[in-house]
């Protein structure tokens, strides 16, 4: 509970300002708001495969929201997130905290403007998502759900509302901030330079939106760093090869769609990406290529939910990782052909999620299946969750990988766990 009070008492003290801005603009709105909020998880993990981590971990997780809400048309939000131990089940000491979201937000007549550290999550297929390139995320972090991967990025966002329920998004960020990917673990240090602070590595992105009653779509562009590091060989010493990661500057041209048709709802979103150089100008790893998503859904009697999806990825100018000759660079080119999905020219998969619920909502069970068919390597999390009150929860839950080790989910296979989490939200 020490964690809790340490980020309740933090981002009380990071809203105290706003608050106070919130008093001084009375005149415009006489009741300004302030709203906190708390959620405290515990988690148990049962790992037995990973020799280089621990076979069992109980980690802490506290999260704080702090709202404020001053004027008529402008509001602030501070997000905290604090783990002890750390929650990539490997620190023993301290507390691994980040700060998720931090900005200002103003409401126009016919705009919207959002300014600081802000998740900006793109794309309406269900966790595939080939247009999603702004906001950063953590792949290696011990935490079991998609959201507990994202977390911000410094940037503006100004969104245009025009007539027909159609949008305008505008999106700059000159400071850019990296997913967080497994690195190979060598002998000799792996380093990942921070980017020079320049135009060249900022991220911009633009978006056209529409939604309806029955339709959602959406185009976009996007300039900037892939958030996804690739491995440079710096070269090779007694201790074997040197790797060094960089991010490689793209292009990226993408559509998503939502339909109901019917008591079925489609999803369906892709993205065409070509790389130029990396950000400090030298030649880039990755192939242009077009990754693509489909898929359907249905709510059956009101508690049961299906939801499946195939991808595919079509790489143009394909090289074999494989024949590289010289084995070091065939090594660093294996390892980044894994983290950008450029092992094959062509490669497809599906995925699945159903969850059921059970008295009055209160006992749900989930499943989540990604299965790479092209490489046999697959991803499952079952999840069975009980909500004992409206404030407290319950779940049991795995954390599956399977493949071989020269896959995207084969790689993780050491950390394969089983775990326990209760969580308290006010």
Do not use: C
């Amino acid at each position: 509970m020490k964690l809790i009070w340490v980020l309740i008492a933090g981002a009380s003290v990071a809203a105290a300002p706003l608050a106070a801005s919130a008093q001084e603009a009375g005149a415009a709105s006489a009741s300004p708001e302030f709203r906190l909020d708390a959620s405290a998880r515990a988690h148990t993990f049962h790992a037995t495969h990973d020799p280089a981590g621990p076979s069992n971990s109980l980690v802490f997780t506290g999260e704080v929201t702090a709202q404020a809400k001053f004027a008529s048309d402008t509001q602030a939000r501070i997000e905290v997130r604090g783990s002890s131990p750390g929650s990539d089940g490997r620190s023993i000491d301290g507390i691994d905290g980040r700060v998720l979201e931090a900005y200002v937000a103003h409401h126009f007549a016919h705009a919207d403007l959002r300014i600081g550290k802000q998740i900006v999550a793109w794309g309406r297929a269900d966790g595939v998502n080939p247009t999603d390139n702004l906001s950063p995320r953590d792949f290696v972090t011990w935490l079991p759900f998609e959201d507990d991967q994202r977390f911000g990025v410094w940037a503006a966002r100004f969104d245009v509302h025009l007539k027909r329920s159609l949008d305008v998004g505008l999106f700059f960020s000159p400071l850019f901030e990296p997913s967080v990917i497994p690195k190979p673990i060598l002998r000799s240090p792996v380093t990942e330079p921070t980017l020079a602070r320049n135009l060249a590595n900022s991220q911009f992105a633009v978006k056209l939106n529409q939604s309806t009653h029955s339709l959602d779509w959406s185009v976009s562009y996007y300039r900037g760093p892939h958030l996804l590091g690739t491995a440079r060989l710096l070269g090779v010493t007694a201790l074997g090869p040197e790797l060094e990661f960089h991010h490689d500057r793209v292009q990226a041209v993408g559509a998503d769609l939502a339909r109901s048709v019917g008591r079925f709802g489609l999803r369906a979103e892709g993205a065409w990406t070509w790389p130029s150089v990396t950000d400090d100008g030298a030649p880039a790893f990755r192939r242009p290529d077009l990754y693509a998503v489909a898929g359907l859904d249905r709510t059956f009697r009101e508690h049961l939910y299906v939801n499946g999806q195939v991808f595919g990825r079509h790489v143009q100018g394909f090289v074999d990782p494989y024949a590289i000759a010289d084995s070091a660079l065939r090594y660093a080119a294996v390892q980044n052909a894994i983290t950008v999905g450029q092992q094959d020219r062509t490669s497809v998969g599906y995925t699945v999620r159903v969850t059921h619920k059970w008295l009055v909502d209160t006992l749900e069970a989930e499943l989540v299946l990604v299965d790479e068919i092209t490489r046999n390597d697959r991803f499952v999390r079952p999840v069975l969750s009980y909500a004992v009150t409206d404030h407290f929860k319950v779940m049991l839950g795995g954390v599956i990988y399977q493949g071989p080790d020269d896959t995207t989910f084969g790689r993780k296979k050491l950390n394969n766990r089983a775990f326990v989490e209760l969580r308290y939200a006010r």
